[in-house]
């Protein structure tokens, strides 16, 4: 039996759906409601109602479990949610970390984060051999992967056999309303503005199928960088624009217009009581130059190739437009 944490999320619907169509015997925790995105496949799935702060579900769920992929967190960067964070994401992964080896489970793989290797070499190439130091650069829900991913090195050191992914962003359909959906969105409305930083992007699917093929090999103990390419933001908000025959973004946003707009952000947001669209940390971040690298990861696994960006992107905005075409 296959356990996955974390699978109403957008990673772990995709990982569900793939190991569904495998034929695998799979149970996933939900902790409200399972999404309609996965009404197709939800029949094939053993339900558990529960969260990974429960270690007492945890232990019932992990009963004939031989294999755990730990998708729950919490990825936020609004200061209001920050506490959750750090209690989902750092007490959350001990405690699967302590159940998955009192059940004597052959093997985790764990979805950690880029962030979690840290960004203390902005403008620099990011690999697994970085080694995290303190910087500003470093938003709380990095230290909370970083914290995270400690405490399955823990558990490596205890016995657990365990293998960790660290994702760039992840880009996909489905989830409209949240991460890189977000940015669809955004390119649907014409939103004008764009950010001179560059980051790393992969395809979800393609996060999924590694994390399955590393448990499915002999290796453990290692973490592998899952990113298909470096962009400019500027780049990636274009192509969507192209893609849904949308206006592309035209003006660059300065330090200096970040900083305001935030600071602007925060003030709406405490009167309305919505989330504020820019944090201080996302004005920052943004603006951030960063590369990283997935040598280690395609030497790993053998005929292993990323989805092209574009190819992730064109699928994503055709997705998009059929879903504005449902919704009328």
Request: proline share 3%; aromatic share 8%.
């Amino acid at each position: 039996m296959i356990l996955v944490t974390g699978g109403t999320g957008f990673l772990g619907s995709h990982l569900l759906r793939k190991l569904v169509s495998a034929g695998e015997p799979v149970r996933a925790l939900y902790r409200k409601q399972i999404p309609g995105q996965l009404n197709d496949i939800k029949d094939r799935i053993e339900w558990v109602n529960g969260d990974v702060l429960d270690v007492c579900v945890l232990e019932d769920v992990m009963e004939g479990v031989d294999k755990v992929y730990h998708c729950a967190a919490v990825v936020s960067f609004h200061p209001s949610t920050q506490a959750q964070m750090m209690k989902v994401n750092v007490e959350g992964t001990a405690n699967v970390v302590n159940m998955a080896l009192d059940a004597g489970v052959k093997k985790l793989v764990h979805v950690s984060s880029v962030a979690a290797i840290g960004r203390a070499k902005a403008d620099g190439v990011i690999d697994e051999s970085c080694e995290w130091q303190e910087s500003r650069n470093n938003s709380k829900y990095a230290v909370s992967k970083y914290q995270a991913e400690m405490e399955v090195w823990r558990g490596i050191a205890e016995g657990l056999p365990a293998a960790i992914v660290n994702p760039s962003i992840i880009l996909g359909s489905g989830y409209w309303n949240d991460g890189s959906g977000m940015l669809v969105k955004n390119a649907w409305k014409e939103f004008p503005y764009y950010t001179q930083g560059i980051n790393g992007f992969t395809d979800v699917n393609d996060v999924a199928e590694v994390m399955i093929r590393l448990m499915e090999s002999d290796i453990q103990a290692q973490r592998f960088i899952v990113s298909a390419d470096n962009w400019k933001y500027h780049d990636l908000f274009t192509e969507m624009a192209v893609q849904l025959d949308k206006r592309s973004p035209h003006i660059a946003v300065k330090p200096w217009m970040a900083a305001v707009l935030w600071r602007v952000e925060a003030v709406r947001s405490k009167i309305t009581g919505k989330k504020a669209l820019v944090t201080k940390e996302t004005a920052h971040t943004a603006q951030l130059k960063v590369y990283y690298n997935s040598n280690k990861l395609l030497k790993a696994l053998p005929g292993f190739e990323f989805t092209p960006l574009k190819e992730t992107i064109r699928e994503m905005c055709g997705k998009y437009k059929e879903y504005k075409q449902k919704e009328g």
